[in-house]
């Protein structure tokens, strides 16, 4: 597509439950991000791909945290027994090779994750 | 370790009034530099970046950031402020002798446009 597409908009799920987000990238885009948008705290990163590789997932706050992606594309964030302070706005990013200079970074319009 | 601050949460400017929005960082080496523009209910969308070459840099919507070495700084500006500028402003950075992937953002600057 010609954007960066996530789902689901909204999510609300019962404390205790798991939960998948997902992420579709810019078709071509070889590099892949994850952040949390929480009220009052910016951007925090979570979890960088580069293709189906993460090398760096130091963002990831717990082990009940996890990410994949495949085929150089599509990623899914996954919460185990999610908790209350899990609930946040997840976005994910996506840009070009590096190659290709420095390019902008291209966020889609997030998942809003409410924890009840 | 890369940083960057956003010293004020929000900033209040008359409609036609020029508008500035502070940034600053911290890199160990050269920085990459971004602002990014967050309208409600929407993700970030690019507004202009500095890499190298000439310290003011022309980007969207009719906006502009000065970067500035010596003072660490990298403040966004426009000349005329619009109603329409009312939205969640990001600086972010990158280091770039540190060879990390991974930009870091502020955390957010809220601009409030007043008719």
């Known amino acids: 597509g010609a954007g960066v597409s996530q789902s689901p908009s909204n999510k609300v799920t019962e404390k205790g439950k798991d939960v998948e987000l997902r992420c579709d990238p810019i078709?071509?885009?070889?590099?892949l991000y994850w952040y949390r948008q929480s009220l009052g705290q910016g951007l925090e990163f979570l979890i960088y791909?580069?293709?189906?590789?993460?090398?760096?997932k130091s963002g990831l706050p717990s082990d009940r945290f996890s990410a994949e992606r495949t085929g150089g594309s599509v990623s899914t964030l996954t919460i185990q027994r999610t908790q209350q302070e899990d609930s946040a706005v997840y976005l994910c990013?996506?840009?070009?090779?590096?190659?290709?200079?420095?390019?902008?970074?291209?966020f889609g319009s997030g998942t809003r994750l409410t924890v009840v | 370790a890369q940083s960057v601050a956003q010293p004020e949460d929000q900033v209040n400017v008359a409609e036609g009034n020029p508008l500035t929005v502070k940034c600053t960082y911290s890199?160990?080496?050269?920085?990459?530099l971004f602002w990014y523009v967050q309208y409600p209910n929407r993700g970030l969308q690019f507004l202009l970046k500095?890499?190298?070459?000439?310290?003011l840099v022309k980007g969207s919507y009719g906006f502009e950031a000065e970067f500035n070495k010596s003072q660490t700084s990298f403040h966004l500006k426009k000349p005329s402020a619009l109603v329409s500028d009312s939205a969640l402003y990001f600086c972010?950075?990158?280091?770039?002798?540190?060879?990390?992937?991974?930009?870091?953002f502020g955390r957010g600057t809220s601009l409030i446009v007043h008719p």
């Open positions: 972010a950075v990158r280091d770039i002798l540190k060879g990390s992937y991974i930009p870091t």
């Open positions: 990013a996506s840009s070009a090779a590096r190659g290709q200079g420095e390019p902008p970074y291209t």
């Open positions: 890199v160990s080496g050269n920085p990459y």
């Open positions: 500095y890499i190298t070459g000439d310290n």
């Open positions: 791909f580069q293709g189906n590789s993460a090398p760096d």
């Open positions: 078709s071509g885009h070889t590099a």
